[in-house]
């Protein structure tokens, strides 16, 4: 866990003294509205549908129990109890007051954090793979250098002002569970033919309403030259992004309009500007931050309680076979714990619950959490002979749910129940289509699916990206639903296909269900997954169930 | 009706550019009325039309084309997605104008329930909408005429900066552009001087109308009134170089911000070098360049001035250097550390961001996370 | 032949609370749509936005929604708006938890 020097408390608190006063010049009419929207939003607080929404960063998704604990009690005292966390590792509070807001910004910096940069055109909140220095597949733990590009980002007096917004997200592990092919910049760490570290650099994804997959900048950049290139980038980007256009703004269009190759020239043209610049001091805080990242002391211990819970209790069995993933430690597993108990709205926990996985945290997971984008919490390190107890409170807190990857573990944003750019709701169609598996109890049966809800082109809710996704589009002033199958999140990312005309709000779920009911009919086995299947027999099985022959020809 | 025999269909290309050429020379000393009224007028320029949107300055052409000749087909492409305004003001202007021979095209509707069934493509293709609603209906409805009026302007970009009254438009038409040589003011001056009806929507900040679903009033996080203070910086802004020399002219004097606070403008050099926010760093000749260098902040929300004053330092740029413009106090530091020495802001916002607020964040140096990084 | 005007009502979010809120005839902002003042007259409605445009101090985000006239006062047209009026659909927040 990275550990705030004086250095980082003593920006936080001016930066929040200056919140707290441009809050009172907002109030004072020294700051017009739309003077103050982009300063606000610079630090995370958004005017949405039915109230303020504070957008809390948590930087490559890691968390200590006492941070966890902290946004539990901001949740309690300012919110309505409860925090909902988000497909980019943030959590979000959808009711503070405009006056609270600098009393909560303080809280947040006792511990560490912060909602700098999680709005705006600016340089957003860094994510990394979820499982990064506990996977048992990763290369090289990527916070390290997500918590150095977080420092080179944070009021970077260039790019507050950006043409559009700029994600980077960074990967250590092969397996790409941070989507780095549909970021503004995707950083994969690996290693060249010599046996050095260093990034492939991946530019211009991204999904919204025109999705585009990534391409490959710099095939091996090494370690010393990131932020020198990541710099040359952004400057260019700067300075060549349109600015005409908010939908043709994203450095994805950028880089569609002039070609990757023109790109690439100003780019390192501007890179050999930039690198003398920097004197190397940058590598040596990179070697201190990542002597905070120091793995924890994994103890060896018989996994004997494990093993004997597993053979005899059927519903912890269940559990185990979906929530863990392979740790690289002997003895241990990483915890995915589910935020999308059937019915529930994906990605919300209540106060009461984040105190209790900061103290199961701290009790087996040697004090580290961590925030998905699939907006579940990790455990990332628990050694097995603890996995019985670790059920066992989380059952208690309904935190159980043994859906990791399957059908209801689905991705939704807030959609119209909450967010002002929504053009339909997410959440109660999430809610419903969880239900619906629930009550067919089919959902083991269908194995890994991952449904993905956006409530507009935005596309928060990944939908290009899902297995099955679903668009909440405004149809002439009645809710309609698109939906796409075939796309895929991972090193693999494909963009799904479109279906066909779109469906009511009130028919979404059935139509879900045929587009099951249609793969269980042609897969060859139980261990042909949906993405598999589709691959094999493509999207006309599909349709056909989807709209049967009497409706199209109506 | 049945169309009239095309004049000039397959033409050879090169004498449709030695007629386009021909009819450049004719009118090149010419205003936009006479340009116009010799095109719908000379056989060389054949059948024509106008294509208006009926937006925010529409009623300059369509007014031209009235006084000489209201039988001028004008061509209206309804995309089937614009604003109710902009429907009822095409109905207006027209009566008023009297304008005898307008046609409303639309896209074919079996190509709408294919391509847009439910009307949502715009949410997810804006250029596939464009095409459907849009530059396909007009493709086929200028295959009826020689050539198109249109209401394109040099000042507009500089792609069209070279902008002729005459251009070919492919092989088989032509475009005429009698507005080429006019400016935002003319354009002004013209409908305050005939006292034409505004669109209703550019009272509500929209500075160019086109379909509901993909025009806002403003860029997100800019100012609505960017666009009106831009304009009012230009009448107030107080240096102005006469016979080669300083003049000051008798408007409030905009305020210069330095870490001490705010002064008055005390360049006393004879020449400024004003750099827009568009301009490219790596052109701008540093040789040459005075002692002070200003960059245009149009809205605070373009950022491109940051990271142009930092190029000119990168490259070694050592003089005065200048932020103008509507640059907010909260990004004092930020200009600071991009290499600004100063900002320079007019008077109403000086006045409603007072020099404490600047001072605020005088201390730019402190929490910059870049030059620690950098060593 | 132009459209016909549809009424409207002026609404906002709260500057300090951020909750959505409509102007009535006597220029106060209330929190709920059935006082709202319903706009007939599109001139009418024209200067009444105008004039709460200016009210930049008191709310955020002035706009003319559409409405019918209920019996209990203007009634939402637009989905959208049925969810200012009343809250989220997910829990019993917002206006709906308010009113109790």
Redo the contacts between chains.
């Keep these: 866990m990275y550990h705030y020097n004086d250095f980082d408390r003593d920006f936080l608190a001016n930066r929040n003294a200056q919140f707290r006063a441009q809050v009172n010049r907002r109030i004072d009419g020294s700051l017009t509205e739309d003077e103050f929207k982009p300063l606000r939003l610079m630090n995370g607080l958004y005017l949405q549908l039915h109230a303020y929404m504070l957008r809390v960063a948590i930087p490559y998704g890691t968390l200590s129990s006492a941070q966890m604990r902290q946004l539990a009690m901001i949740g309690d005292r300012w919110d309505r109890g409860y925090g909902h966390f988000t497909t980019r590792q943030n959590i979000q509070y959808n009711w503070p007051k405009l006056k609270d807001v600098p009393d909560m910004l303080d809280a947040l910096a006792e511990v560490g954090m912060h909602a700098i940069q999680t709005s705006g055109n600016t340089i957003r909140n860094v994510t990394a793979d979820h499982f990064a220095g506990a996977a048992a597949d990763e290369i090289a733990d990527p916070r390290p250098v997500a918590e150095l590009i977080r420092q080179w980002s944070t009021d970077h007096p260039e790019f507050q002002f950006l043409p559009r917004k700029f994600k980077i997200a960074v990967t250590g592990s092969p397996n790409d569970r941070a989507v780095t092919k549909a970021h503004d910049i995707g950083l994969r760490m690996v290693r060249n033919d010599a046996g050095e570290g260093g990034y492939e650099v991946i530019v211009g994804g991204g999904l919204g309403r025109t999705p585009m997959i990534g391409k490959v900048i710099r095939d091996f950049l090494p370690r010393e030259d990131l932020l020198p290139y990541l710099e040359a980038i952004v400057s260019v980007y700067n300075l060549l992004g349109r600015r005409d256009n908010k939908y043709k703004a994203r450095i994805k269009i950028t880089v569609h309009e002039n070609g990757i190759d023109t790109i690439r020239d100003k780019v390192e043209a501007k890179f050999a500007e930039l690198k003398p610049l920097f004197s190397g001091v940058d590598q040596q805080m990179l070697r201190e931050i990542e002597g905070h990242f120091a793995a924890p002391e994994f103890r060896t211990a018989s996994t004997e309680a494990f093993d004997d819970a597993y053979a005899a209790d059927p519903v912890f069995r269940a559990w185990c076979d979906t929530n863990l993933s392979d740790h690289r430690a002997d003895g241990y597993a990483i915890v995915s714990v589910s935020l999308k108990k059937h019915g529930a709205t994906p990605g919300d926990a209540t106060g009461d619950q984040m105190r209790t996985l900061a103290d199961l945290a701290e009790a087996f997971g040697h004090d580290e959490l961590r925030i998905s984008h699939e907006q579940n919490v990790i455990l990332p390190h628990v050694h097995k002979s603890d996995l019985p107890a670790l059920h066992r409170a989380l059952k208690a807190a309904e935190l159980a749910t043994a859906n990791i990857g399957l059908i209801s573990d689905i991705i939704a944003c807030p959609g119209m129940d909450y967010c002002a750019l929504a053009t339909a709701r997410s959440i109660p169609v999430a809610q419903e289509i969880a239900e619906r598996f629930e009550e067919l109890k089919l959902e083991h049966e269908i194995g890994p699916l991952k449904i993905k809800i956006s409530g507009c082109i935005n596309a928060c809710g990944h939908h290009h990206v899902g297995h099955i996704g679903i668009l909440g589009l405004d149809r002439a002033g009645v809710e309609n639903y698109q939906i796409t199958l075939g796309g895929n999140h991972t090193e693999d990312a494909v963009i799904g296909e479109r279906a066909g005309p779109g469906f009511a709000y009130d028919e979404v779920t059935d139509a879900i269900e045929r587009i099951i009911r249609a793969y269980l009919d042609v897969r060859e086995s139980p261990e042909e997954e949906f993405l598999d299947t589709f691959r094999r027999v493509g999207t006309e099985p599909f349709k056909a169930a989807l709209y049967p022959k009497e409706t199209v020809d109506a | 009706m049945p169309e009239a025999a095309l004049d000039f269909a397959d033409e050879p290309p090169e004498a449709q550019a030695a007629r386009i050429a021909e009819l450049n020379d004719r009118y090149r000393h010419h205003g936009a009325t006479s340009v116009l009224q010799g095109a719908l007028r000379d056989p060389q320029a054949g059948k024509l039309t106008l294509v208006s949107s009926f937006g925010a300055e529409s009623v300059v052409l369509l007014h031209l084309v009235s006084v000489i000749d209201r039988r001028t087909p004008v061509l209206f492409i309804d995309t089937q997605m614009l604003f109710t305004e902009t429907l009822v003001y095409q109905q207006e202007l027209a009566e008023r104008l009297g304008l005898e021979d307008i046609r409303i095209i639309r896209a074919a509707d079996a190509a709408v329930a294919k391509e847009d069934p439910d009307g949502t493509l715009h949410q997810f293709d804006t250029d596939a909408c464009c095409d459907l609603r849009k530059t396909r209906p007009l493709q086929t409805a200028l295959k009826g005429f020689d050539g198109w009026i249109t209401g394109r302007k040099r000042y507009q970009g500089t792609s069209r900066a070279a902008l002729d009254f005459f251009e070919a438009d492919g092989p088989d038409r032509i475009k005429v552009n009698p507005l080429a040589h006019w400016a935002p003011e003319d354009i002004r001056a013209y409908m305050d001087e005939n006292r034409l009806p505004r669109h209703p929507l550019v009272a509500k900040g929209y500075p160019s109308i086109g379909c509901a679903p993909c025009t806002s009033p403003v860029a997100p996080g800019e100012d609505p009134r960017a666009g009106r203070w831009r304009g009012q910086d230009k009448n107030e802004c107080g240096i102005h170089i006469v016979d080669g020399r300083v003049v000051r002219r008798s408007e409030p004097m905009n305020v210069i911000v330095t870490d001490a606070g705010f002064r008055q403008d005390d360049w006393q050099g004879n020449a400024v070098l004003d750099l827009a926010s568009d301009t490219d760093p790596n052109t701008v000749d540093l040789s040459a360049a005075p002692g002070l260098i200003r960059v245009d902040f149009p809205s605070f929300a373009d950022g491109r001035g940051f990271t142009i004053a930092r190029q000119l330092r990168l490259r070694g740029y050592k003089g005065r250097l200048r932020a103008h413009g509507h640059v907010i106090a909260d990004q004092y530091a930020m200009a600071r550390r991009s290499g600004f020495d100063e900002v320079e802001i007019a008077p109403d916002l000086a006045a409603r961001q007072p020099e404490a607020q600047w001072q605020f964040r005088a201390d730019w140096q402190r929490g910059d996370y870049q030059s620690r990084l950098r060593g | ?3 016909a005007f549809t009424p409207k009502v002026i609404t906002a ?1 709260a ?6 809120v409509y102007l009535t005839k006597d220029d106060l902002w209330t929190r709920d749509l059935s006082e709202a003042e319903l706009l007939t007259d599109e001139a009418h409605a024209d200067i009444r936005l105008l004039d709460a445009e200016k009210r ?2 008191e709310v ?2 002035v706009y003319l929604a559409d409405m019918t006239a209920g019996p209990d006062g203007p009634e939402p ?4 708006e049925d ?2 009026r009343t ?5 019993f ?3 709906q938890e308010v009113r109790g």
């Design positions: 032949m132009p459209r979010n500057l300090l609370e951020g909750d959505v930049g101090n955020v985000g047209t637009h989905f959208r969810f200012r809250g989220p659909s997910n829990y927040h917002g206006k």
